[in-house]
Nanobody, 126 residues
Framework: QVQVVESGGGWVQPGDSLRLSCVVS????????MGWFRQAPGQEREFVAA????????RYADSVKGRFTISRNNAENTVYLQMNSLKSEDTAVYYC???????????????????YGPGTQVTVSS
């Protein structure tokens, strides 16, 4: 049974940084393409960032490009989302997702991922 668990969320002020972590257990992380998604109150879940199995290719939503960085350490079964220059509109529950066999053009689609974590809350407010 594959489990995905996020951590690192919290409350920060605009302009601050935060790093989210995602640990995958039950199967080696290298089997999966990984994505981060987020959902703000009253809004649909949206894509944030994704990274291929061996980290060679990444994708970002336009709203976070240049501010967020996704990375992974397969040896530690952990994926990271480094978030810099945070804005109030980044406030959301952030979800980590694992999927296998996702074609490159579909990395941004939430329905392509097989496993999701319970989420971690990120609040950006002064």
């Amino acid at each position: 049974q594959v489990q995905v668990v996020e951590s690192g969320g919290g409350w920060v002020q605009p302009g601050d940084s935060l790093r989210l972590s995602c640990v995958v257990s039950g199967r080696a992380l290298s089997n999966y393409d990984m994505g981060w998604f987020r959902q703000a109150p009253g809004q649909e879940r949206e894509f944030v960032a994704a990274i291929r199995r061996y980290g060679g290719t990444t994708r970002y939503a336009d709203s976070v490009k240049g501010r967020f960085t996704i990375s992974r350490n397969n040896a530690e079964n952990t994926v990271y989302l480094q978030m810099n220059s945070l804005k109030s509109e980044d406030t959301a529950v952030y979800y980590c997702a694992a999927g296998s066999g996702i074609i490159l053009s579909a990395l941004t689609r939430g329905d392509q991922y097989d496993y999701y974590g319970p989420g971690t809350q990120v609040t950006v407010s002064s």
